[in-house]
């Protein structure tokens, strides 16, 4: 009964990763806005370095799931 | 949950192996398929102004090459059908997934890593045949020397994590998003079936599914073009090592 308890709240904790992963996308974006607005005629060149940015900080976030999972279901 | 569950279709045992034909390995079948009867049916017809689905064959072929040439340079055209494979193969999978009651093929760790080890394989071989054992120079940047006895280990470890990373981040995008759209399903469910005005309440979260499922699209796109070049950058990097194309 405590092991359970103790892999629900380890799952949960797990989640925590999600903090890192909002903080990076919003870095993403925000720096990709304020470079675009500085040199509009620069943008369009660098949305294959955003998609980028943001999958690879999406998938660090995306590692807590994961562990969650396999706390859970092992 | 019940929608990452394989079932036997037609049960199989071969030495005491399960090779079962699952709904998985209907939905991977039913994938091939779809895109070896799109470009052909899409491309019999040619026309110099394209019709709607020859431009939809045409664009796709275009957005890969483009792709390849801009992340590894002219000679990375010669890999041009394997990544054109892997793109369509994913995107695919991933768009047939979103209809209702299918499977989604890259939700399962097994299918997503199989792809990833071989796009690594095929990265190890090519920087191999192609630069010999000079390859292990991707390990060695330019750096003073006592950065790399730091730095070797960094990028050692940072090469052996490549097909985990390329394969949890797609499995995990999927299984994340069928699973929100899950959650957000049962919303509706216990809300509509709490009577009064929570039944009506009910709607809010179905509006929110349709949004769900729109971002689910992009996302379907997203990791598909992701995978893609990902592939592409791990491939420049096997055929010109450090130096820039």
């Known amino acids: 009964m405590e092991l359970a308890a103790a892999k629900m709240i380890g799952a949960g904790l797990a989640c925590i990763a999600l903090v890192g992963a909002g903080i990076g996308i919003g870095n993403v974006f925000g720096s990709y806005l304020s470079g675009a607005l500085r040199n509009p005629g620069a943008a369009a060149t660098q949305t294959t370095n955003l998609l980028l940015g943001f999958a690879l900080c999406e998938a660090t976030g995306l590692f807590g799931l994961v562990i969650a999972l396999i706390i859970l279901f092992t | ?245």
């Not at chain 2, 630069?131 to 750096?143: E, Q």
């Not at chain 2, 994340?176 to 005005?197: E, K, N, P, R, S």
């Not at chain 2, 809010?204 to 950058?233: G, K, N, R, S």
């Open chain 2, 1 to 245: 949950m019940e929608q990452f569950e394989l079932k036997p279709i037609v049960p199989l045992h071969v030495f005491g192996y399960d090779v079962s034909f699952t709904n998985q390995s209907l939905l991977m079948v039913i994938v091939v398929a779809a895109i070896c009867l799109f470009l052909p049916i899409a491309m019999s017809r040619r026309r110099l102004v394209p019709s709607r689905a020859q431009s939809m064959a045409e664009v796709s072929y275009e957005f890969v090459a483009n792709m390849i040439n801009s992340a590894a340079g002219e000679d990375g055209l010669a890999f041009f059908p394997f990544i054109f494979t892997i793109f369509m193969f994913v995107l695919f999978s991933n768009f047939l997934g979103l209809v209702p009651w299918s499977f989604t093929v890259t939700s399962q760790i097994a299918v997503t890593f199989a792809l990833a080890a071989v796009v690594i394989t095929t990265v190890v071989v090519t920087g191999f045949t192609k630069h010999g054992i000079g390859f292990l120079r991707l390990f060695v940047p330019k750096a003073p020397l006592l950065l790399l006895f730091l730095l070797v280990p960094i990028e050692i470890i940072s090469f052996l994590t490549r097909p985990i990373s390329l394969s949890v981040r797609l499995f995990a995008n999927m299984l994340a998003g069928h699973t929100m759209l899950q959650v957000f399903a049962g919303f509706v469910v216990a809300l509509g079936g709490a009577g009064g005005i929570l039944s009506a309440l009910s709607i809010a979260p179905m509006f929110l599914i349709v949004a769900i499922m729109a971002l689910e699209l992009l996302v379907a796109f997203l990791q598909a073009y992701v995978f893609a070049i990902l592939t592409c950058i791990y491939l420049n990097e096997a055929l010109h090592l450090h130096d820039h194309h």
